[in-house]
């Protein structure tokens, strides 16, 4: 890992969902003594979080509901879907 002693650190994230995996690397990050750390999410979906984290940039906010396409997968299917889909 590259010395971030006093960097200030973009975390670009796909979806927000609960959390939990983000907590844990914005506490590992913030051992390294940075300047300033972000979060930036393509999504963040619009559900109640035992955790505070506020992404400074938000692509857009979401339902509660499973989402593919553009890049997020179900099982290895639906990566290549060209735009953002509910799959019920």
Not at 39 to 48: D, F, H, M, N, R
Not at 66 to 72: P, S
Request: hydrophobic share 40%.
């Amino acid at each position: 890992m590259p010395d971030l002693q006093h960097a200030n650190v973009l975390v670009i994230e796909d979806i927000l969902d609960s959390g939990l995996t983000l907590q844990k690397i914005l506490e590992h990050l913030w051992l390294e003594n940075l300047a300033s750390l972000e979060v930036c999410t393509l999504l963040s979906k619009q559900i109640p979080r035992d955790i505070k984290i506020e992404p400074r940039y938000v692509g857009f906010e979401i339902p509660n509901r499973f989402v593919v396409g553009y890049g997020l997968d179900y099982a290895e299917r639906y990566r290549e879907v060209p735009d953002i889909r509910c799959l019920d």
